[in-house]
């Protein structure tokens, strides 16, 4: 069974750090894009990044260029987001998503895991 | 970036009612559409990529068709499960964006 299992959320402060983590099991960690989708509370689904199967590519939404960073460890079979100069708008359920193979459509998800951003 | 309109954004209807969901894109995205299925509290669930290929295990009452711009998911008969949000994503060019969502609630 894939299964999809996010942590490191919590409360941080504006202009705080804050690592998330996602552990794939039950299906070939190292040949699958994934990405990070965000939900803002009571909100829609934005996605936030994505990198590919050897981590040589990866993607980002404009909003967190150069204060996110995306990575993996397929040794671990890991996902990772580094999130740096956090901001309110940030506050949202992080998903981590597997994107099947041949498209971005995302076949799998975790549970989430939130991020909240406040003084 | 490519822009997703859905229409309507929120739809009340009857269980064995038939309901069409509308995806307008702000430009061609080469039938490279998926829909999804959120419902409270839980991670959004793939229905349909491509445009009109069902994600396995998915119920065939829903399809989907369209194609170049204008998409539609379609439910053929309401079921009480089906209740929920729904989504549409293009999946044709970075940055990977998601409609507005549609809220489905029961008449």
């Known amino acids: 069974e894939v299964q999809l299992v996010e942590s490191g959320g919590g409360l941080v402060r504006p202009g705080g750090s804050l690592r998330l983590s996602c552990e794939g099991s039950g299906f070939p960690f190292n040949t699958y894009w994934l990405s990070w989708v965000r939900q803002a509370p009571g909100r829609g689904l934005e996605w936030v990044a994505n990198?590919?199967?050897?981590?040589?590519?990866?993607y980002y939404v404009d909003s967190v260029r150069g204060r996110f960073t995306i990575s993996r460890d397929n040794a671990k079979n890991s996902l990772f987001l580094q999130m740096n100069g956090l901001r309110a708008e940030d506050t949202a359920i992080y998903y981590c998503?597997?994107?099947?193979?041949?498209?971005?459509?995302?076949?799998?998800w975790g549970q989430g895991t939130l991020v909240t951003v406040s003084s | 970036d490519i822009q997703l309109t859905q229409s309507p954004s929120f739809l009340s209807a009857s269980v064995g009612d038939r309901v069409t969901v509308t995806c307008r894109a702000s430009?061609?995205?080469?039938?490279?559409l998926a829909w999804y299925q959120q419902k409270p509290g839980k991670a959004p669930k793939l229905l349909i990529y491509?445009?009109?290929t069902l994600q396995s295990g998915v119920p065939s009452r829903f399809s989907g068709s369209g194609s170049g711009t204008e998409f539609a998911l379609t439910i053929s008969s309401l079921q009480p499960e089906d209740f929920a949000t729904y989504y549409c994503q293009q999946h044709s060019s970075d940055p990977i964006t998601f409609g507005q969502g549609t809220r489905l609630e029961i008449k």
């Open positions: 998503a597997r994107e099947e193979v041949g498209s971005t459509a995302f076949g799998y």
């Open positions: 491509a445009a009109f």
């Open positions: 990198i590919k199967e050897d981590g040589g590519e990866r």
């Open positions: 430009q061609g995205i080469n039938n490279f």
